[in-house]
């Protein structure tokens, strides 16, 4: 079985990751399932966490550095709305 996701030129070609934090469990467990049936473009891109900050963090930081991502997100950058 295989699932065509129709995305051959579209966004994953232009995205290096794509996070999905805070999301509910029933949409953490959608993306694994369909994650061994999607193109590997997909699978190596998008990514779903539920309410763990703790994951989720650690998985950001792989990808981005920490003075890129804001305090809520695990980082250290601060913005005009950071105290």
């Not at 051959?8 to 029933?26: D, E, I, Q, T």
């Not at 699978?43 to 966490?49: G, K, P, Q």
């Given at each position: 079985?295989?699932?065509?996701?129709?995305?051959?030129?579209?966004?994953?070609?232009?995205?290096?990751?794509?996070?999905?934090?805070?999301?509910?469990r029933f949409a953490v467990s959608f993306v694994d399932v369909l994650k061994?049936?999607?193109?590997?473009?997909?699978?190596?891109?998008?990514?779903?966490?539920?309410?763990?900050?703790?994951?989720?963090?650690?998985?950001?930081?792989?990808?981005?550095r920490p003075d890129q991502l804001t305090p809520e997100f695990g980082g250290?950058?601060?913005?005009?709305?950071?105290?």
């Amino acid at each position: 079985m295989e699932i065509r996701f129709g995305m051959k030129s579209g966004l994953l070609k232009f995205v290096s990751f794509l996070y999905f934090c805070k999301v509910p469990r029933f949409a953490v467990s959608f993306v694994d399932v369909l994650k061994p049936l999607a193109p590997p473009n997909f699978r190596e891109t998008v990514y779903a966490f539920g309410f763990d900050k703790k994951e989720w963090t650690a998985e950001l930081r792989k990808k981005v550095r920490p003075d890129q991502l804001t305090p809520e997100f695990g980082g250290t950058k601060l913005t005009g709305n950071s105290i």
